[in-house]
Structures are given as C-alpha cells and as structure tokens.
C-alpha cells in the first residue's frame, strides 16, 4: 500500500548499484511507497538484473552491467543506492559524489580509514548527501533507547557495556566461507560486521571516543580445531562427521532447501534455490567448504574497550558462537539508574531511587521492510525525506557522525594488532584527517 502520509508530493528517482540481497531490500520500498521510483539499475548478475527489472516496470536502456555503466549513462536519477560488495564502496561513492547524486551507501564507508576519508571528502566538496546504511540508529527500539538516555532519567551516563551475537552459522556462512572471509577480499570482522555496533555505541554515549584499546583473534575456525573423525575431508558433502558438525553445510543450506525454504542464507548461495543447485554449490562452491579447512583470516571473537570524556566508559564484545543472531545486548549505566536492553522488544529501566523498574515499548514495525527490526524501513525512508526536502537534518548516519564511527573502528584494529591504546586525537592527525567539517 502506497505511503501517502508525506509532505513528498514528487518521487524521488533512484538507481540500484547492486541488485542482491541489500539492493533488493531497498529497492522494494518503492513498492510500497509512492516517495520514491526506481529508474535504473546496474549489476553483473543477468538474474539478480533482471529481478528487480521486473519488479519496477525499468526499461532495456537503463539496465547496466557495472557502475561505470550507470555513471557514465545520461543521469536520470536524483540519487544512488550503492549495495556492491565492500572494495568497491569508496570508488562507487567518490564516482557518483562527482555526478551530483546524492547517495545511500551500503556499510562499510570504505575498506580503509583513508577511503573513509576521501568519500567524506567527496561528498562535502560536491555539496551531496550521503547517509551509511548503520540501519541500528533507525530502528524503533534504538530510538526509544536513545530517547531515554537523551530524557536525563538515567542521569548522567557514566558506562555503557554492548554485545553482539553473530550467531554460529551466520558467522561461518559470512566470515569463514562467504565474502567477508579474508581481509586482503573486503575488510577485518569488526569493519565488516560491528561497524554497526561501535557506530550505535557512539550515538549513545555522543561522539566523543578519546582513547581505545582492543583484543581478539581465531577462537576456533582454524585447522587444529579440525575434529580428527573429520580426517583429510574439505568439504562437508565429502565428510563422515558431517551429521555430528554444528557447522554442517547441509544443516545450513541443503536441510533448509529440502524443506522448502529459500530465504537467507541460501539466496546468497546460488541464483535458483532448489536442492539441485544447492547441492551443486555445496560440491563446488565455497559454501561447501569444511569450515576448519578453509582461507578464513578474520576474527571470530574480539573485545574492544573505549574511553570518553569525563571518565565515561564503554566496552564492547562481538562473539561467534551464539544461538541469537545479531540481537545486541545492552546495558547503559547512568548515575540515576540503569538500562537493560535486550536487543529486540523490551527496554527496562531501573530507577535507583524509587528502586523500581519500567519497561519500555519501542513502537511496533510494520511487515513491509521490517528487517533488521525495523531498522531498513527507517533508513531508506529517512533518506527519501532528506533528498525531496533538500534536508539533510532528516539523516542520523549521515557522513560525518559515520566517519567518526569508522575512526574508533580502525584505532581499535591498530590497537588490537599492536596491543597498545591508541588516543584518538594523535591517530586522527597521524592519518591525515583534518578536523571535520
């Protein structure tokens, strides 16, 4: 059902650079809203195309193969929604800034601080918007949490302890075998994954981060872990102890197909989801790979520690090996009372003074773009606002709050590489980053 509640009057014309999984959930918000059209897209995939083709009516002319393609094509749209794998992110976002599109970009910012840096820079030069999909600040549930710490019942926030739980099989699906595995092929675990949770820690407790430290490293996905029934097997199709492996890839992909389901993960698996393909790229594919044998090099578990203003501190833990998937855990300790946050549903806030508890709702999400609690809806939303109104107030993750994010991620890396506390001040200077704006 179209979104008729607007003051948007004029849909915003969009293109789609990547038609995949995050492409195709943004995309969709055209369906059920009259704020925004999707005119164009580009992707190398001739399935994933000609999807979304379908899906917005778009004609031959504009459908593209690359990027390049679109941004060399005659421009049609106001703005850009750039959803193609990490390494490409900065040259995509650098590219299209210089065409005058305004853009939604997929996280990370760039798989570098200096990439960060340059895309900041592309944008505030050529007087575009750019907001980064940290989709957590535009959840219900985030917004209530951010609007009880801003409310001063907790008092002053003196602490902050944050988790995210990957979820076994989404880490060993995303981090051990898929894309995301090795950081020379996209980024280190906690760029490609927490850059959310250290960006919402931030909204919290105000950008003001002076100092980091951080430990982690493989816990488990490595080849001496190898259970010995496994033997010389690299791949689970070929394994004996496969029935007994809780990272089977038929658990995950094959057992899921047989009865129906063709959601994720296995839509990132292969194009047609039936038990033939499936089984086929299992045999063949990366996602088949024993999760013990494969070129993984990125964290599966990491601690980071982050000192603010004013003796204020938070810590932060991105494990692996959880039932929940992405379902953060937060605690925020004020000096008038504490929040207990379960990630999802319930907020409680506990008052030192009348020692009594209240639970908070944050509002309902609608089903259309309901993932990530929500937090997709909000954010293509915000977004369509702020290019019809010319309002970039409307973005919570715009450039500049998300270049700080990206700067206490990459001083927790060095940190954790070198095993030191790196001071904010002294590696923004070190790296070349002027003082914003």
Same mark, same amino acid.
């Given at each position: 059902?179209?979104?008729?509640?607007?003051?948007?009057?004029?849909?915003?014309?969009?293109?789609?650079?990547?038609?995949?999984?995050r492409?195709?959930?943004?995309?969709?918000?055209?369906?059920?809203?009259?704020?925004?059209?999707v005119?164009?897209?580009?992707?190398?995939?001739?399935?994933?195309?000609?999807?979304?083709?379908?899906?917005?009516g778009?004609?031959?002319?504009?459908?593209?193969?690359?990027?390049? #393609?679109?941004?060399?094509?005659?421009?049609?749209?106001?703005?850009?929604?750039?959803?193609?794998?990490?390494v490409?992110?900065?040259?995509?976002?650098?590219?299209?800034?210089?065409?005058?599109?305004?853009?939604?970009?997929?996280?990370?910012?760039?798989?570098?601080?200096?990439?960060?840096?340059a895309v900041?820079?592309?944008?505030?030069?050529?007087?575009?918007?750019?907001?980064?999909?940290?989709?957590?600040?535009?959840?219900?549930?985030?917004?209530?949490?951010?609007?009880?710490?801003?409310?001063?019942?907790?008092?002053?926030?003196?602490?902050?302890?944050?988790?995210?739980?990957v979820?076994?099989?989404?880490?060993?699906?995303?981090?051990?075998?898929g894309?995301?595995?090795?950081?020379?092929?996209?980024?280190?675990?906690?760029?490609?994954?927490?850059?959310?949770?250290? #960006?919402?820690?931030?909204?919290?407790?105000?950008?003001?981060?002076?100092?980091?430290?951080?430990?982690?490293?493989?816990?488990?996905?490595?080849?001496?872990?190898?259970?010995?029934d496994?033997? #010389?097997?690299?791949?689970?199709?070929?394994?004996?102890?496969?029935?007994?492996?809780?990272?089977?890839?038929?658990?995950?992909?094959?057992?899921?197909?047989?009865?129906?389901?063709?959601?994720?993960?296995?839509n990132?698996?292969?194009?047609?989801?039936?038990?033939?393909?499936?089984?086929?790229?299992l045999?063949?594919?990366?996602?088949?790979r024993?999760?013990?044998?494969? #070129?993984?090099?990125?964290?599966?578990?990491?601690?980071?520690?982050?000192?603010?203003?004013?003796?204020r501190?938070?810590?932060?833990?991105?494990?692996? +090996?959880?039932?929940?998937?992405?379902?953060r855990?937060?605690?925020?300790?004020?000096?008038?009372?504490?929040?207990?946050?379960?990630?999802?549903?319930?907020?409680?806030?506990?008052?030192?003074?009348?020692?009594?508890?209240?639970?908070?709702?944050?509002d309902?999400?609608?089903?259309?773009?309901?993932?990530?609690?929500?937090?997709?809806?909000?954010?293509?939303s915000? +977004?369509?606002?702020?290019?019809?109104?010319k309002d970039p107030?409307?973005?919570?993750?715009?450039?500049?709050?998300?270049?700080?994010?990206?700067?206490?991620?990459?001083?927790?890396?060095?940190?954790?590489?070198?095993g030191?506390?790196?001071?904010?001040?002294?590696?923004r200077?070190?790296?070349?980053?002027?003082?914003?704006?």
């Amino acid at each position: 059902m179209a979104d008729n509640n607007s003051s948007v009057t004029t849909p915003v014309k969009v293109a789609i650079v990547g038609c995949g999984n995050r492409g195709g959930i943004y995309s969709s918000f055209a369906l059920v809203s009259d704020k925004m059209q999707v005119v164009a897209i580009a992707d190398r995939s001739e399935s994933r195309r000609k999807t979304i083709q379908d899906y917005h009516g778009i004609p031959e002319e504009n459908c593209h193969l690359s990027w390049e #393609d679109l941004l060399n094509a005659p421009k049609i749209a106001d703005a850009v929604l750039i959803c193609i794998h990490d390494v490409e992110h900065e040259a995509a976002a650098i590219s299209f800034a210089s065409k005058g599109y305004h853009i939604l970009l997929e996280k990370p910012m760039a798989t570098t601080l200096s990439g960060c840096w340059a895309v900041y820079k592309a944008v505030r030069d050529n007087n575009v918007m750019l907001a980064i999909c940290h989709v957590l600040r535009y959840t219900p549930y985030n917004r209530k949490v951010k609007e009880i710490v801003d409310s001063g019942i907790l008092g002053d926030v003196v602490g902050m302890q944050h988790m995210e739980p990957v979820g076994h099989y989404h880490f060993a699906h995303s981090y051990v075998r898929g894309n995301w595995r090795k950081e020379d092929e996209s980024s280190f675990s906690l760029m490609t994954k927490s850059c959310h949770d250290i #960006d919402i820690m931030l909204y919290f407790m105000g950008n003001n981060c002076t100092r980091v430290s951080s430990f982690g490293g493989i816990s488990h996905f490595k080849k001496e872990n190898k259970p010995s029934d496994a033997g #010389d097997a690299k791949r689970c199709t070929d394994c004996s102890f496969e029935a007994n492996c809780p990272y089977s890839a038929k658990k995950i992909y094959l057992e899921p197909a047989e009865r129906g389901f063709k959601g994720w993960p296995l839509n990132a698996v292969t194009d047609v989801i039936d038990i033939e393909n499936i089984g086929n790229a299992l045999r063949e594919g990366p996602y088949g790979r024993c999760v013990y044998e494969s #070129d993984n090099d990125v964290c599966d578990n990491q601690v980071v520690n982050m000192e603010f203003g004013d003796n204020r501190y938070a810590s932060f833990s991105m494990v692996a +090996f959880t039932k929940e998937i992405c379902v953060r855990k937060t605690r925020i300790f004020g000096t008038r009372g504490e929040l207990i946050g379960d990630g999802d549903k319930s907020i409680e806030v506990y008052d030192f003074l009348t020692q009594t508890s209240t639970f908070h709702k944050p509002d309902s999400v609608s089903d259309s773009l309901s993932g990530h609690g929500g937090g997709d809806m909000g954010l293509i939303s915000a +977004f369509v606002d702020a290019v019809a109104m010319k309002d970039p107030s409307l973005l919570s993750s715009d450039a500049l709050s998300s270049l700080d994010a990206y700067l206490v991620v990459f001083a927790a890396e060095e940190a954790r590489r070198n095993g030191t506390v790196v001071d904010l001040n002294k590696f923004r200077n070190q790296n070349g980053m002027d003082a914003a704006p």
